[in-house]
């Protein structure tokens, strides 16, 4: 959480330093929720998130962790680091700086405005996920009470693991790639980096593997939504057709 609260004081510095950068910020954070309505990511990740509860209820986080515990390996404790630190806020936060400041050097307005949506798309997921975090108060697996022992509201890292900010952070950064990127090799290595970044904190013991496809959710939902918040958004609808109604999209 307290890492989250660090991104977010970055944002208001650079908030209190250009006037107009409120403006746009205020602008793409206004347009979210019409993205998160319209745009087809979000509900592929509501149905991943469904995929999470199932996961949950029908005992597979209890059973995924015993074979994981039978399972270390020095090879996959190395990819579970590379995993983890893609994963975590200041890795995160140097990413969308140094898009920021890469469009800027190289005169490409579309890498810096990329840059500044990840970094609002981190800030907000981060809050939502935090959020959660407190009012749920999930027990991590370490801690050997369950994966159903929850604790609400009280400020202990132990009972923080639903959802994985980890995976959030992951997920926010593949759904920022998804939607500002036409490239398949960017688009790959975002999803690829985010699978990572769930296994490795099933692998560390630090998450439930619903915990991480819940939190892969919210970031790539709000990851895609944010970044998408100044393109036409699509929507699909029902019109009247000469002998019944057709189906149209509009943008």
Known sequence: MYRFLAIATLG????AAD???VERIAGDIARTPRGLATEPIPTIAASAASVGAIVWLGGGDQHIRRIVLRSRSETLDAIARIGNTIGDVPSAAALSLALIAGGAAFGSEHTTTSGRRLLEALVLAG?????????IGRARPFRDRGDGYFLP???D??????????STVAGT?????????DSWLVRSAAMAAALTTMAAR???????????LVGATIGAAIGYSLARSDSGSRAWMLVPAVGGIGIAAAW
């Open 127 to 135: 809050a939502a996920t935090t959020t959660l975090k407190i009012a």
């Open 153 to 155: 509201l009280r400020f």
């Open 19 to 21: 006037s107009t950068l």
């Open 202 to 212: 099933i692998w560390s013991d630090k998450h439930w593997t619903s915990d991480t």
């Open 12 to 15: 208001m510095r650079l908030l």
């Open 157 to 166: 890292d132990g009972q923080w693991s639903f959802p994985s900010g980890h």
């Open 173 to 181: 950064i593949a759904g920022v790639a998804f939607a500002r990127s």
